[in-house]
């Protein structure tokens, strides 16, 4: 591996350094303010528009896409210092390029998977920011870290498809301009274990679809995702076209569609960590304590050398996958993609935790980033799979040679 960037990452990367200190970090505290009269605790403050218009007259717009068709064409290696770069304000900077989640996957799925209608119909105006999407896979019910449980049902009736279940963290559904519902059932529950699921493109307006309410993530609504939503879909009819690829195929979509999004999360939250260090540096330097300054103390040296190792460590896993993907492919570099889904959640919440620790009680308000950061790292030891799932899992194919 080469760890220079070559000429197109630098110039993106000269790009959107200028993006983030010109527009990005001096629009949080508007982006707070407006958050907090907002009267819908979901919907898009007006500082973010202004940020998605610059951010598309500066050509920073569609990163995460490796295909040129729709995106900037930027393989997995390049787009990794970018992601990383967004990661520092996570909850402005990934948006405003139109590379937040879940419509980033939700974008890849339809440009891998979809059909040219369902391309037309979703994927054009995701593409161009003028709707917003969500992802219905995860059910209150059932244990959906093993997505063979997933128990809604996808029956096939004529010429239509009819939708019964209910779904939580539906990422995107609160979002007031969400279109687009992308849900995950079993259509045919007596195939094989892993042929049962389908998934099918349902408009968000569709009679039958109720979205219940609004799921915190530790107090947070979590607006750049479109917030978490708890919807029901009961007698759901969908015209038979909107099926995504075959039926018996929505496992195999699913797992393709996280891989991708499983290193973008970890991109970022190199971002996060990286912020955080500056932040617990910066304060520890300044703050004196017992008559010398916080840096001066052992114990916080302690916390900003192991910082260091922790994210170059990680950041070197992150592009080593980053390579891999591109090299080999998602599932040549499967089990990079679980290492990093377990060691650098962990390693952000770690980093993060400290920087909260050096700054006492400015740590936990909301007077800094670093409240939402923390929240954020934690969460995505859930999402996308949980720690012990990717570990179980990762141990298995090791076991491999050996049983």
């Known amino acids: 591996m080469d760890f220079g960037f070559d000429d197109r990452t630098q110039e993106f990367h000269d790009l959107l350094t200028d993006f983030m200190e ?3 970090y001096p629009a949080e505290p508007v982006h707070a303010a407006q958050v907090a009269a907002a009267t819908h605790p979901w919907s898009r403050p007006p500082v973010m528009e202004e940020l998605k218009a610059e951010a598309r007259r500066r050509e920073l717009w569609n990163l995460f896409l490796p295909d040129p068709r729709f995106g900037a064409g930027l393989t997995n290696l390049q787009y990794a210092p970018l992601a990383e770069l967004t990661g520092r304000s996570p909850y402005l900077a990934p948006e405003a390029l139109n590379c937040a ?3 980033t996957g939700n974008m890849e799925l339809l440009a891998e998977f979809g059909s040219p209608e369902q391309h037309d119909r979703w994927l054009k105006p995701l593409l161009e920011g003028e709707i917003r999407s969500a992802f219905c896979m995860t059910e209150p019910e059932v244990a959906s870290s093993d997505a063979a449980n997933i128990a809604t049902r996808i029956v096939r009736d004529g010429d239509a498809y009819v939708i019964d279940g209910r779904k939580w963290w539906s990422s995107g559904a609160m979002d007031p301009r969400c279109a687009l519902l992308i849900v995950m059932g079993k259509t045919d529950p007596a195939a094989a274990r892993h042929r049962q699921q389908s998934m099918v493109l349902v408009p968000r307006e569709t009679p039958g679809v109720t979205v219940h309410r609004g799921l915190s993530a530790f107090g947070f609504s979590d607006g750049p995702h479109g917030g978490h939503a708890e919807v029901t879909f009961e ?6 076209a909107n099926l995504v690829a075959g039926e018996g195929d929505g496992f195999a979509i699913a797992q393709a569609r996280l891989g991708p999004g499983r290193i973008h999360h970890c991109m970022r939250l190199i971002g996060m960590a990286e912020r955080a260090l500056e932040l617990m540096c910066a304060r520890t330097a300044a703050r004196v304590a017992f008559g010398r300054p916080l840096a001066e103390q052992g114990m916080v040296q302690h916390w900003i050398a192991e910082s260091r190792v922790r994210i170059e460590q990680a950041r070197l896993l992150v592009l080593k996958t980053a390579w891999l993907m591109d090299t080999v492919g998602n599932k040549g570099a ?4 679980q290492a990093i889904k377990i060691a650098v959640p962990s ?4 980093v993060i935790d400290k920087a909260i620790q050096a700054h006492g009680g400015a740590g936990v308000s909301q007077d800094t980033p670093l409240a939402a950061l923390w929240v954020h790292a934690r969460t995505l030891r859930i999402a996308d799979g949980p720690d012990e799932v990717h570990r179980a899992s990762l141990a298995r194919r090791e076991l491999r040679r050996w049983t």
Do not use: F, L, N, S
């Open 334 to 337: 499967h089990t990079e993609i």
């Open 347 to 350: 390693m952000a919440e770690w």
């Open 22 to 24: 010109e527009c990005v």
């Open 101 to 103: 989640a879940p419509d």
């Open 235 to 240: 007698g759901v009819r969908v015209p038979a």
